[in-house]
């Protein structure tokens, strides 16, 4: 096995020495349910594991603090304080999922991604529930796909779903540490869009994936919910350093993460969402170019000018400068500026009558 990459072995002594104090300081494991997806062979559970402080702790007017900080979170938290976090490292997690029971271990930054087969669970939403030492149990909700479903929606987040007007280099640093959630502001007509496609096509997956970071999954949990997006698993990523090298590649976690929901949900032709303000269009076109049986379509928000200036510095879109990755002739591409329009495109493309306008 190759040696870790220097900021690896940096990023573990830190946390290794971070955890050493923590738990000196009667801190204790906490467990963070994200959600998961799979068949009715096998199933993929995702949390994290992380350490926090013991109920009780803190007194007088350090506690009151507390409550009222408990009480605004689901609508004003800022960001900042999701990524104040200390991974559990290594610690034992058990999880179980319908008939079946996994032990396993986080992995170096507290994550924890386990595929259970032969759970025994029917198609719908159920619950794994997640246990590990010191830690009060969860459930993390799992979608099980029915093997007849074969249609499902992949949808970026940043620019196609929530609309951020900033500089591109700017908007993971203030959406996360500074702007408030309530702050953001929705795509018009894309929730409308993926309910509406949902109707058509009851019980299909939505995975909604992002170069973000795991630990935005709660936040944009309850934006999604707040604004009617249909519920899904979030396909995030962690921003540290990987054993290869200091930061990881957004494009390869898509890429990656596109070709194993193929593999893991076989049976589903994908409706690819995002916007032409970066690489979604290129890392679509690869793919539908290399998986023309997994496509059912690309649906592509285009940005104003405004928007392509803030996102790479020049009033033109990201597929305008690149031939490369345009998918193949009998994969429908349907561009528009809003949700709305999209679906008018979507349904006509997927041989659909048009479905309702703004409400």
Not at 41 to 61: D, I, M, Q, W, Y
Not at 223 to 234: I, T, V
Not at 271 to 284: E, K, M, N, T
Not at 323 to 339: I, K, M, N, Q, S
Request: glycine residues 10%; aromatic residues 6%; proline residues 7%.
């Amino acid at each position: 096995m190759a040696r870790p990459h220097a900021a690896a072995v940096l990023e573990d002594a830190w946390n290794r020495r971070l955890d050493g104090v923590l738990r000196s300081r009667g801190w204790r494991t906490k467990v963070v349910p994200y959600t998961g997806y799979g068949t009715e062979a096998s199933a993929r559970v995702l949390a994290r594991v992380l350490l926090t402080r013991r109920p009780g702790e803190r007194a007088g007017a350090d506690a009151l603090a507390g409550a009222r900080e408990l009480r605004t979170a689901e609508h004003e938290q800022r960001g900042w304080r999701a990524f104040v976090t200390a991974p559990a490292m290594a610690v034992p997690v058990a999880v179980t999922l319908g008939e079946r029971t996994l032990r396993t271990r986080a992995d170096r930054s507290g994550y924890v991604d386990v595929t259970l087969n032969g759970h025994g669970l029917g198609p719908g939403w159920h619950e794994a529930r997640i246990s590990s030492p010191d830690a009060e149990d969860v459930d993390a909700a799992v979608l099980v796909v029915a093997a007849a479903t074969t249609v499902g929606i992949v949808s970026d987040i940043d620019d196609t779903i929530i609309s951020t007007s900033l500089p591109r280099p700017l908007i993971a640093g203030w959406n996360t540490f500074i702007r408030h959630e309530g702050a953001r502001h929705v795509v018009p007509g894309m929730a409308t869009m993926y309910r509406t496609l949902l109707e058509q096509h009851p019980g299909a997956p939505v995975a909604y994936l992002s170069t973000g970071a795991w630990n935005a999954a709660p936040q944009l949990t309850r934006f999604l919910r707040r604004h009617g997006y249909p519920a899904g698993p979030l396909l995030l990523t962690d921003w540290g350093p990987t054993n290869t090298g200091w930061f990881r590649s957004g494009r390869e976690h898509k890429r990656s993460s596109l070709h194993r929901l193929s593999r893991e949900l076989p049976q589903v032709r994908w409706l690819l969402v995002g916007d032409d303000g970066q690489h979604d269009p290129q890392i679509y076109g690869e793919f539908a170019q290399e998986r023309p049986d997994r496509v059912e379509a690309i649906a592509i928000r285009e940005l104003t000018p405004t928007e392509q200036v803030l996102s790479h510095g020049i009033p033109v879109s990201m597929e305008e400068l690149s031939l490369r990755g345009r998918p193949r002739r009998e994969v429908p591409v349907c561009r528009a500026g809003d949700g709305y329009s999209l679906l008018r495109l979507v349904l006509l493309a997927l041989g659909r009558r048009t479905g309702p306008g703004p409400q």
